[in-house]
């Protein structure tokens, strides 16, 4: 799973559970923007996600959603919309082990080119780019996808809407 190996300046890490906001975009015709990673000495040990990464000094989440997807994407023309999950993860990556707590913002967007403008070393070594996955597309995937049930809390948000309040996901351990 993705993450940066250092907290950024002025994170707020200190080695414990990290507070982490993502970024469920989706554009106008309702595909999801996913992230294609991979652990940075293996690029065969690789994974899709949704942009985000940590929280850092004083700023909010939404403020960190906001920030993330455009340094990971170029992307700043969005409607940030309510949190709709939040999980609990832990995984290993770059040789080291990441606790995390993630909030998934909604966001909508026009614009569906990206361009990473702002990425860590890490990142630049271990992001090799983005695509925009129909629900159909995801639901068949045989790629490694985080969160694991993406796919169908895709379909019950396409189907149903946003939640009233946050939804808690499963706790996630990779080993």
Avoid at 46 to 62: A, I, K, L, N
Avoid at 66 to 91: D, K, N, Q
Avoid at 121 to 133: C, F, I, K
């Amino acid at each position: 799973m993705p993450a940066e190996p250092v907290p950024a300046a002025g994170e707020s890490y200190t080695g414990g559970l990290r507070r982490v906001a993502r970024v469920v975009l989706l554009d106008p015709r309702d595909r999801i923007l996913l992230l294609h990673g991979h652990e940075p000495d293996d690029p065969a040990d690789d994974w899709w996600f949704t942009p985000g990464g940590g929280v850092e000094g004083d700023e909010t989440r939404e403020q960190a959603a906001l920030r993330e997807l455009a340094e990971e994407t170029g992307i700043t023309e969005v409607e940030l919309g309510p949190v709709l999950w939040r999980r609990r993860c832990s995984f290993p990556f770059a040789g080291r082990r990441w606790d995390q707590d993630e909030w998934y913002y909604l966001a909508r967007t026009t614009r569906t080119e990206t361009a990473a403008t702002a990425l860590t070393e890490l990142e630049r070594r271990s992001v090799t780019g983005s695509r925009w996955w129909t629900y159909p597309e995801l639901a068949r995937a045989h790629e490694t996808v985080y969160p694991t049930r993406l796919a169908g809390l895709l379909r019950t948000l396409l189907d149903e809407g946003p939640p009233a309040g946050p939804v808690t996901l499963d706790t996630e351990i990779v080993q």
